[in-house]
């Protein structure tokens, strides 16, 4: 499908709108992760069934590293008249970060620095040298993996389990080419229900495997214990870890080349505060923070959600929109726990109108920045990455009109 081709052009499109609109702040989850990377949900379908349940009309796709779900999440999406945005993840490094020994939004590891691309062009594009070298890192990634999966084998050996993982078997069947971790996990627990039928050996087996320590979750709970395989097994210092080669990771500055190169809007994903009120070194104070980011650049930010209080959300994501950024919010499920789509902060707790609306926006001027890179050549940002400011309420408008053009045509 040539899905730009389904909208009008740009000033029927705002006097469809002047026309039809009723300004309601449509319901936005820009960040999701799929089975394209590594996902709660099985595939596609079902996340878009559950945003239609909960009356979501605007889904980001956000995979790592790859743009490969853009077409199928495209066409699920127009089926169920919901507006696509087209996103993607990538984990960068500032080495200077780094060298300092401050954590960004990674809370172990200082320098490592997660980025999302916002916007990007659909169809994909990313030209030389820029595909050879997110070509690169996909491979290493997946090799570093695999050497985990070897590692887990001579476990599994040494404890005579009688099976073993394998590694092309897991690439075919669990992901669309990128294997993470968790694929090695959930591959694992997997085996281990399928070996010993009864709850007690699957424990006593965990509790060998781990060294002695024996399984904390729920045998019905596989979302928990694929968590603990991670912890025990395949982060550092468990028996199976490998660490990541210097090679899989890009440079922050490349990143951000890579995202506008694919016609995305850079964007720095906020950790924020944990359940204890803490930030990174790196994320407070925030007029410390939104200095930094304008000098890297970076002019859009994102929060998700579910691990905030509603308090440091209002304050962040109001005091960034204020000041010109693009934010946006979003979910994630990028772990094998099911979640709503629906936006929440933390402990379950509503989002309140001013986040909504801040996040609808966000979504507008981005969903703007889409349709104007694929029918005109640029969006809302310049060749160099700068926003014109000014524009930004019609971007807003005109995203508005996009989106309930898709909903109600």
Not at 43 to 49: E, G, R, T, V, Y
Not at 83 to 109: A, H, M, T, W
Not at 299 to 327: H, M
Not at 335 to 362: D, H, V, W
Request: net charge negative.
């Amino acid at each position: 499908m040539d899905f730009w081709k389904t909208f009008p052009a740009k000033e029927e499109l705002l006097k469809w709108y002047a026309d039809n609109g009723d300004g309601e702040i449509r319901l936005v989850n820009a960040h999701l992760h799929t089975p394209y990377s590594f996902s709660a949900f099985t595939d596609i379908s079902q996340a878009l069934n559950m945003a239609v349940n909960e009356n979501v009309k605007v889904v980001g796709i956000n995979d790592f590293y790859t743009t490969d779900g853009y077409s199928e999440w495209a066409e699920a999406c127009a089926e169920r008249k919901i507006f696509p945005l087209f996103n993607i993840e990538y984990i960068s490094l500032n080495r200077q970060d780094q060298s300092d020994g401050i954590k960004v939004n990674d809370p172990n590891n200082p320098g490592r620095t997660y980025l999302s691309g916002k916007g990007l062009a659909f169809p994909s594009k990313l030209d030389e040298p820029y595909a050879s070298t997110l070509e690169s890192v996909r491979l290493e990634t997946n090799l570093q993996v695999q050497k985990m999966s070897s590692k887990l084998n001579e476990i599994l050996a040494n404890c005579n389990a009688g099976f073993e993982l394998n590694f092309e078997e897991i690439k075919t069947s669990l992901t669309k080419g990128m294997v993470r971790e968790r694929h090695l996990a959930k591959a694992l627990r997997e085996k281990i229900a399928s070996r010993f039928a009864e709850a007690e050996d699957q424990q006593q087996f965990y509790k060998t495997i781990f060294g002695g320590k024996a399984l904390k979750s729920d045998i019905r709970n596989s979302a928990a214990i694929e968590n603990e395989i991670r912890g025990n097994l395949l982060k550092a210092g468990g028996a199976a870890f490998i660490p990541e080669s210097p090679e899989a990771f890009l440079d922050m500055e490349m990143v951000c080349k890579i995202i506008l190169n694919s016609g995305g809007i850079p964007t720095y994903p906020f950790l924020a505060d944990d359940s204890n009120g803490n930030f990174t070194e790196f994320e407070s104070p925030k007029e410390t923070v939104i200095e930094i980011l304008r000098k890297r650049n970076i002019c859009s930010v994102e929060f998700i959600t579910t691990r905030n209080s509603i308090a440091t959300l209002e304050e962040y994501a109001g005091y960034f929109s204020q000041n010109g950024f693009v934010v946006t919010l979003g979910t994630e499920h990028n772990t094998p726990a099911m979640e709503p789509i629906e936006l929440f902060a933390r402990n379950n707790t509503p989002l309140s109108p001013i986040l909504l609306k801040i996040n609808y926006e966000g979504a507008c001027i981005t969903a703007a920045h889409q349709y104007l890179f694929a029918t005109e050549g640029s969006g809302y940002l310049d060749k160099d990455g700068k926003p014109d400011l000014s524009k930004r309420g019609y971007f807003a408008s005109l995203g508005k009109a996009l989106i309930e053009y898709m909903i109600k045509n």
